[in-house]
């Protein structure tokens, strides 16, 4: 288990920082945000279309008022992590709490094209169509 427990004001610095170079490479911003409406948890966008093989700047941001997983185990262990942000990244499990007002952030190479599910959802809860998501990664173009 990962927990996010960065500042309000980290967060909203983090959020707002241009995007990555690694190598030369500018990493390109994703944000996956997760908030509630009406009490249900919602995470989005639910789909977000990426090349495949390129660096992506990933930034989950939580906008609820309480904390929420966000969980993507075939992603994390497949793609190749260059800073996952000062976490130890759990490959198996592939999960973050992250704390309300926070933002989570994970530099990588994204793996070969497919369709990666993400849910996202309260502790103790399980996981929704409604709160779940895909980040589909496609042959980049040539």
């Not at 509630?36 to 279309?49: D, F, K, L, S, Y």
């Not at 490959?91 to 793996?111: D, H």
Request: some cysteine.
């Amino acid at each position: 288990m990962l927990v996010a427990t960065a500042s309000p004001a980290l967060a909203q610095a983090v959020a707002a920082r241009p995007p990555a170079v690694v190598r030369g490479e500018v990493a390109a911003p994703v944000e996956i945000a997760m908030s509630t409406v009406n009490g249900e948890i919602r995470c989005a966008p639910a789909q977000a279309r990426l090349p495949a093989r390129d660096m992506v700047d990933l930034r989950v941001v939580n906008r609820a008022e309480e904390p929420l997983w966000f969980v993507a185990p075939e992603l994390f262990r497949s793609g190749d992590h260059i800073d996952p942000g000062g976490f130890t990244l759990d490959l198996v499990e592939g999960e973050f709490l992250v704390a309300p007002g926070r933002t989570l952030r994970v530099l990588m190479r994204t793996p070969k094209p497919d369709a990666y599910p993400y849910p996202c959802y309260e502790p103790g809860g399980v996981p929704r169509p409604e709160s779940s998501g895909f980040l589909t990664l496609v042959p980049a173009a040539s």
